[in-house]
């Protein structure tokens, strides 16, 4: 019978001997990971225009600074967490599903889907009559974003027909937002539009919370559930399926699983670049480049880096609050240029 898992003692876990030499202790890496995302969650409830007190805060559950921590703060800080971790784990899944390390959580059209779902929300008038209207939008943007790739690539598509297909729903996605910001006549609902997929965290309560977290725990569960089947993966698609990983629903599940957790991120805070392509990268030589091991320590890594990116937010002074998605993407795009050169090198 076939299943999507490797016994712990499999063969394969002893490859890449050269590899593991650089590899730290997985309980290492997850309390330094688990002791940094700690500190930074605590930090970026201290962090806004009003200094308050947590522990007064927390005593007193009446006064002001009780009301923006819970209120504002504590969604907003809760919000990241759960945002970067699906980017970083949805990124390093995509590289070990589609054995290449420059894909990223889009790569598959999801982002797109879900950032045109809830700009179409924004076009129709429903963001300002009904608040739920922008990530429902989002959400089922990505749906039909998946629906989109199984419609060109087929259920047994191969992973190079998969990725093209995640390219096709890309330009169709692109090509919608830039019909709807070019057929919207309201100049404040095109700023709506622009800053919104420019990504942020601000103006979040627990009402967006508590409406994607179910979608974002799905989605990590069927990521993490093939973990093992991604390290088999890395050995090329025939030597996995005679390792007995099913592909049909490793691929299944690797796509749904994305579109979930994905989704519902896009939905709820916007389009935020290079997270999902930075984080695995920056650990995987310290996992001895095991994609299986990956998974969740890059959940980690990518909620530390949206925090400390929704903190540099608020303390770079602005007349206007800086967007999440510009300061990834000052973060991101030098690390892509540079990950570029090294892969020249490797070639010559």
């Known amino acids: ?24 202790p997985a309980w290492l890496l997850y309390g330094v990971l688990g002791a940094a995302l700690v500190a930074v ?18 005593l007193h559950p009446s006064s002001e600074g009780a ?22 784990l949805a990124g390093a899944a995509m590289q070990g599903f589609l054995r290449n390390p420059l894909a990223e959580p889009g790569v598959l059209g999801v982002t797109g889907g879900a950032a045109l779902g809830a700009v179409l929300v924004f ?12 990530p429902l939008g989002g959400i089922l943007g990505a ?11 087929g259920r047994l598509a191969s992973i190079q027909t ?29 700023l709506d539009i622009v800053f919104w997929q420019m990504g942020s965290l601000a103006d979040r309560n627990f009402t967006h919370v508590f409406l994607v977290l179910p979608f974002i725990l799905i989605g990590w569960g069927w990521l993490l559930w093939d973990r093992r089947a991604l390290d088999a993966l890395s050995l ?46 920056l650990l995987r030589p310290f996992v001895g480049h095991e994609p299986g091991k990956l998974l969740g320590i ?40 540079l990950l570029i050169f090294k892969m020249r090198r490797k070639l010559l």
């Open 162 to 190: 998969l990725i093209l297909a995640g390219v096709a729903i890309n330009v169709i996605a692109f090509s919608g937002t830039s019909l709807v910001l070019n057929l919207t006549k309201d100049p404040y609902a095109v």
């Open 123 to 134: 076009y129709t008038g429903l963001a300002s009559a009904f608040s739920l209207a922008l």
């Open 236 to 281: 090329g698609e025939e030597t996995a399926a005679s390792l007995g990983v099913d592909l049909k629903t490793l691929r299944l599940r690797m796509i749904l699983g994305t579109a979930l957790c994905v989704g519902a991120a896009v939905s709820v805070c916007g389009s935020i670049g290079f997270v999902g392509l930075v984080v695995p990268h």
């Open 67 to 88: 009301f923006i921590l819970w209120d504002i703060r504590l969604p907003r800080a809760i919000l990241g967490l759960l945002v970067g971790a699906t980017l970083g």
């Open 298 to 337: 890059s959940a980690l890594g990518g909620a530390i880096l949206l925090l400390l990116s929704d903190i540099a937010v608020r303390l770079i002074p602005s007349i206007v609050e800086l967007k999440l998605g510009v300061v990834t993407s000052l973060i991101g795009a030098p690390f892509f240029i």
């Open 41 to 58: 969650s605590l930090w970026s409830l201290n962090v806004g225009p009003t200094k308050i007190p947590l522990w007064n805060a927390i």
């Open 143 to 153: 749906f039909l974003s998946v629906l989109l790739l199984y419609l060109f690539a």
């Open 1 to 24: 019978m076939k299943h999507s898992g490797i016994h712990p003692t499999h063969p394969l876990r002893h490859a890449h001997t050269q590899d593991r030499l650089s590899e730290a």
